[in-house]
């Protein structure tokens, strides 16, 4: 067993207290404030909850941990540290230098997901268990923080049909199908990239430039595209999609919720590089593989079915048209109109983020937790209607990613006449 000294217990617990309490007090009384004078509605108490209480977890798993690391107590503190400060850097949140990354962002996004991932070791602690491998967590969260800097290339073949297709009686996981088409419908997804601490500006502009030049017949954009770094400036998002002017009429997007915190940018920025953002709107357009209408669903909080059924309404099924729907909640899909969607496609749940589809294996923590009622990650089917659910290009929320890589990927769509 570890020595862990009574000093270094009052004097870890106190940095811990401090750090908890600073956090606290500077949403209170200082991020929400600004938000509020930014013109935004803030609710600070859920905010101050929110922050509050998920600080409040990891400083308690972080106490309970610190014993197993006594021999290493100063480098363990040092990462504790950065956690709070990271926190307390979005009292002014912009997209920092990689300097700052490098020194506090990436090691407290490193350190915050290793000792959340050790709650069940911290909990057989507190029982007065000394559990076997307390560095395991930290061991993944390392293999977290790579995986969150890469994405994954493919190509993925789907068969979607729309009415033509074989009705699936509950909402689920679907077979992507083994029929193909001499020339399928060749689309690009990019979905949640959050510009921020792990998509920066150039990272981002190299995806778009790779979205060109795999030369789709369309690319689509599913929401979410900032983070609270990115917000303070409206060029950078600009400056990030900007690679995607190089595809004119071919590019359009719908608003994910995210996107709901600072719409004037999103407008502007999609605006500026020839995007066509779909606010419950839609298109129609000829493209190489075939003629194609768009449906763009704006991002709606409530009375989900009834959105999306007014929408659906307002614009009917084109003739002689491959349907896609853009929306950003895959969590929505249950709620759609029976045989409104030939292909929707979503993003938002970030693939399930911390998983094991690296393993080459489906099971996803929000699959655990939440099964079918919200999909994670693929294709899923519901009567006729097909749904590709994207993993997402950067992330949000959680620090990190974990067996669940983001997603770059060309998905070819086969229309067959009868689909498998």
């Known amino acids: 067993m570890s020595v862990f000294h009574h000093d270094s217990v009052r004097w870890f617990q106190a940095l811990t207290l401090a750090g908890w309490l600073g956090v606290v007090a500077s949403t209170r ?14 609710n600070w108490r859920a905010l101050t909850l929110i922050f509050g209480t998920f600080v409040g977890i990891y400083s308690l798993v972080a106490l309970a941990m610190a014993p197993a690391f006594a021999r290493a107590l100063p480098l363990f503190a040092a990462l504790h540290v950065t956690v709070y400060i990271n926190f307390l850097a979005l009292l002014r949140p912009s997209m920092r230098s990689r300097v700052y990354l490098a020194l506090v962002g990436w090691p407290a996004a490193f350190f915050t997901a290793g000792t959340l991932f050790a709650l069940p070791w911290a909990l057989a602690r507190g029982l007065g268990f000394e559990p076997w491998a307390p560095w395991l967590p930290y061991a993944l969260a390392l293999v977290g923080m790579i995986q969150s800097l890469v994405t994954s290339r493919q190509t993925i073949d789907v068969v979607a049909g729309g009415p033509r297709g074989a009705a699936i009686a509950l909402l689920g996981p679907h077979p992507r199908g083994a029929q193909r088409e001499k020339r399928p419908l060749r689309i690009v997804q990019i979905s949640d990239p959050h510009l921020g601490p792990f998509m920066s500006v150039a990272r981002l502009r190299q995806i778009a430039t790779r979205a060109v030049e795999a030369k789709p017949d369309l690319i689509l954009l599913t929401g979410d595209f900032l983070t609270l770094d990115s917000q303070g400036d409206p060029n950078l998002l600009v400056e990030a999609l900007a690679p995607l002017r190089a595809f004119p009429g ?12 600072a719409p004037e940018i999103v407008a502007h920025a999609t605006s500026a590089n020839g995007i066509q953002l779909l606010v419950d709107q839609a298109v129609v357009l000829e493209t190489e593989g075939g003629r194609v209408q768009i449906v763009g669903m704006d991002f709606v909080f409530r009375d989900r079915e009834a959105h999306l059924t007014r929408v659906c309404a307002e614009h009917p099924r084109a003739p002689d048209a491959f349907r896609i729907i853009l929306l950003h909640d895959p969590g929505a899909f249950k709620h759609l109109p029976s045989g409104e969607g030939d292909l929707v496609l979503a993003g938002h749940t970030h693939g399930g983020q911390v998983g094991l589809l690296s393993l080459g294996l489906p099971w996803t923590f929000l699959r655990l937790f939440a099964g079918r009622k919200i999909p994670d990650h693929g294709f899923w089917a519901r009567g006729t209607d097909r749904m590709w659910v994207h993993r997402g290009t950067g992330h949000y929320g959680f620090p990190l990613r974990l067996g669940v890589p983001a997603e770059e990927s060309v998905l070819l769509v086969h229309r067959p006449e009868t689909a498998a």
């Open 29 to 42: 009384f200082v991020h929400a404030g600004r938000l509020a004078r930014a013109g935004r509605t803030v």
């Open 250 to 261: 071919r590019v359009f997007a719908c608003r994910g919720n995210h996107d709901l915190e």
